[in-house]
């Protein structure tokens, strides 16, 4: 029955729901955490550069899926805002944010992360996490809550920028875009969003403030057609500039599609000639180069899209007020229109040309999230793309970890409270199925939410079903309440995004590692910069972090602390002939030179000396290196008249020193349990005594002491 629970860790809790007060305070708590999780899911899909309705697709599965297979009993699963900037970073590169392209990837990666999340649990090596040291996880997530909450500025000031190479760029466009272009019934809106969580959460936490924001600030675009919409005619517009730049993404889409079959048909010809000839064959080494130059063309193809296109977007125009609808009115580029004329700007946001007149999709006012689609997402097998799925796999090995390491944290927090067993390797199963199913139901990369655990924990969740409930309500609002969603405000969304991750910024955290260590705190400072200074690409923050903590680590391990014992008030007669040291740590291939040079130093201080004693109570472990540098100082020594005396060797090193040959070849009797066994052998034989006149008693207290 105990192999079974370990697989089905549910069957543990489940028979606590037969007690009415345990369910209903599940049922509660589930509730309670879907009125959090539905609106900052959608938030966070839009943080991934998602649609908003796929937060919702992310909030269905995982959260039930991580709850019945993983060990935590409160952990809330769901999209987080580390592990959806880090998705967005990682896909945009790849395909436009948005596209059909860019979703297939999003799913691909939650296939990748569970996949990798599930291995590392089912063969316990759980432990690998803990490569990513506090320090690095402090200094990379106080950088990410500042990336995340600048990210949705321009949401917030209602302008739209092109995405620079380095985010603090974009931020800076932000910034002066939104100094002459700022919308202000957005801006508005986002401050009353503002103003309903941060007010509601100061009178009563209890009230959960972000749906009554979403509540208040839908209801209120519904009533005061916050967003207007409209297609009109591109023959309409005055600038003939403005026409040929929309007419040239026709022709740079047709382009597109065109080389992008025309490269997959060169691509079976590669793997072709690859397969019969080799890949040295002219024909293939031909192909090749037909490849990568398809490739390069694409890649210009896609950046002059991208950039003709934003600057489509960004260009206002100018229509006289209330005239969007009439086939025949012009439409001016906005400060090129007729002087005399009442009109309101509008922006382009899509292009339509299967009609018969070419179509451009307008937009007034804020934005919103629009039509959701209804019902349940379609449960599929997302395609297994070997070459998709190795692009993805370094990014999805560090959301993978770095996703765990986050809900294992706050699980163990709930753990320490509610008294419960916590299985690391267990939870990583749960999350890593999580994230598998989630991928069949299109989910993006899903973790635990510290958020949305506090609330479940703190409205008496007892068991995972409080989960279960959780996604019941989201299957409840996919089904039937999406409609209502419609004219929910983009600037809402990226208050809450800005609301949640206030609690990520924590400064305390590294000046706390500074003075625990300073090495620590120059981690933590060091990530936290190139994190700031590389980003979108967050990766490269937290492998630079990783490979200079351990770095660091190995400086600290090269030198440790090695100690000269001297007992000259108990030795007077013979001490010049004993040295004693102890070496403190580990003995391994970085720091066996130190421990080289220490004992030469003391053969330099000690010229009569005859015996040295190895005083190894401190030696936890040693590794090949040390053995064999142990093995040499030993025959070194005893070649120049020497002595080499072991005490308090602790049992693993023992054993290893024993199956090597060494305690033979060196000799057991040089081996002592105590230090005062080994300097009374030295003095028996110094000094020719049968016993030693030195009181045990106060040798033994002597070298307990040192």
Same mark, same amino acid.
């Given at each position: ?83 959806? %900037?880090?998705?967005? !970073? ?18 691909? %990666? ?12 089912? %063969? ?15 200094? #990379? ?53 503002? !103003? ?14 972000? %749906? ?171 395609? #297994? ?18 996703? #765990? ?96 991750? !206030? ?204």
């Amino acid at each position: 029955m105990t192999a079974i629970k370990r697989f089905l860790p549910f069957l543990a809790w489940w028979p606590f729901l037969q007690e009415g007060k345990n369910l209903k305070a599940d049922i509660l708590a589930g509730i309670t955490v879907a009125l959090v999780l539905i609106p900052q899911s959608m938030a966070y899909a839009q943080l991934a550069s998602l649609p908003a309705y796929y937060g919702l697709y992310a909030a269905f599965l995982p959260p039930m899926v991580a709850a019945l297979f993983g060990s935590s009993r409160q952990l809330a699963t769901g999209p987080v805002a580390v592990v959806s %900037l880090m998705t967005a !970073a990682a896909l945009e590169p790849l395909a436009s944010a948005g596209s059909e392209g860019y979703i297939a990837y999003a799913i691909v %990666l939650s296939l990748t992360v569970g996949l990798f999340q599930l291995s590392l649990g089912l %063969l316990r090596l759980g432990v690998l996490v803990n490569f990513l040291s506090h320090p690095v996880v402090i200094g #990379f997530t106080n950088a990410a809550a500042i990336i995340i909450a600048t990210s949705q500025l321009s949401k917030i000031f209602g302008v739209n920028v092109e995405k620079m190479p380095h985010h603090y760029e974009t931020v800076w466009h932000v910034i002066l875009a939104a100094i002459d272009h700022i919308h202000w019934p957005t801006f508005m809106m986002a401050l009353l969003a503002f !103003a309903i969580m941060i007010g509601l959460k100061r009178i009563n936490p209890r009230i959960p403030n972000v %749906l009554a924001a979403v509540l208040v600030t839908t209801v209120l675009s519904y009533m005061i057609g916050f967003q207007q919409t409209s297609e009109v005619s591109i023959n309409r517009l005055v600038s003939y500039e403005l026409q040929t730049a929309i007419n040239n993404q026709t022709t740079l889409a047709t382009q597109i599609e065109e080389n992008t079959q025309k490269r997959q048909e060169t691509q079976v010809r590669w793997q072709d000639y690859f397969d019969d000839f080799g890949p040295l064959d002219q024909r293939t080494l031909e192909a090749q180069h037909d490849l990568d130059d398809i490739e390069a063309l694409l890649t210009k193809l896609k950046r002059q899209q991208k950039s003709a296109w934003f600057k489509i977007k960004e260009t206002q125009l100018a229509i006289a007020v209330g005239a969007e609808a009439k086939a025949d009115e012009k439409i001016y580029v906005k400060g090129e229109e007729p002087e005399g004329i009442e009109v309101q700007a509008w922006r382009i946001t899509g292009l339509n040309f299967e009609k018969e007149t070419n179509q451009l999709s307008i937009h007034s006012g804020g934005k919103v999230v629009g039509t959701i689609p209804e019902g349940l997402p379609v449960i599929k097998i997302p395609s #297994f793309d070997w070459e998709i799925m190795s692009q993805l796999l370094i990014t999805a090995v560090t959301i993978a970890l770095i996703g #765990f390491m986050e809900a294992i944290s706050i699980a163990k927090t709930m753990a320490a409270k509610t008294r419960q067993h916590l299985d690391a390797n267990q939870e990583l199963v749960g999350q890593g199925l999580a994230n598998i199913l989630g991928s069949f139901s299109q989910s993006y990369p899903t973790s635990g939410s510290f958020s949305r655990s506090a609330v479940n924990i703190s409205n008496g969740a007892v068991t995972g079903f409080s989960s279960v409930v959780t996604s019941i309500v989201v299957v409840i609002t996919l089904l039937w309440l999406t409609p209502l969603l419609f004219h929910l405000p983009q600037a809402t969304l990226a208050a809450v995004i800005m609301m949640a991750v !206030a609690g990520l910024v924590n400064i305390s955290g590294i000046k706390h590692a500074w003075h625990a260590c300073p090495h620590d705190g120059v981690v933590s400072i060091v990530t936290f910069v190139i994190t700031l200074a590389v980003a979108p690409h967050l990766d490269k923050g937290i492998m630079i972090g990783v490979g200079l903590s351990l770095v660091l680590f190995l400086y600290r391990t090269m030198e440790p602390r090695v100690v000269f014992i001297n007992y000259r008030d108990l030795y007077k007669e013979c001490w010049d002939k004993i040295g004693m040291v102890r070496f403190e740590g580990s003995l391994y291939f970085a720091n066996i030179g130190y421990f080289e040079e220490k004992i030469q130093q003391l053969l330099s201080e000690k010229q009569e000396m005859k015996y040295v004693v190895i005083e190894c109570v401190s030696l936890n472990d040693i590794d090949a290196s040390g053995e064999e540098m142990i093995r040499k100082t030993a025959e070194t020594l005893r070649g120049e008249g020497v002595e080499v005396l072991f005490s308090r060797v602790k049992t693993p090193v023992k054993k290893m020193l024993t199956e090597t040959g060494f305690v033979h070849t060196h000799g057991e009797h040089l081996f002592f349990r105590r230090p005062e066994l080994a300097l009374k052998h030295i003095q028996k034989q110094v000094c020719g005594k049968e016993e030693a006149e030195t009181d045990t008693a106060t040798l033994k207290q002597a070298t307990d002491d040192a």
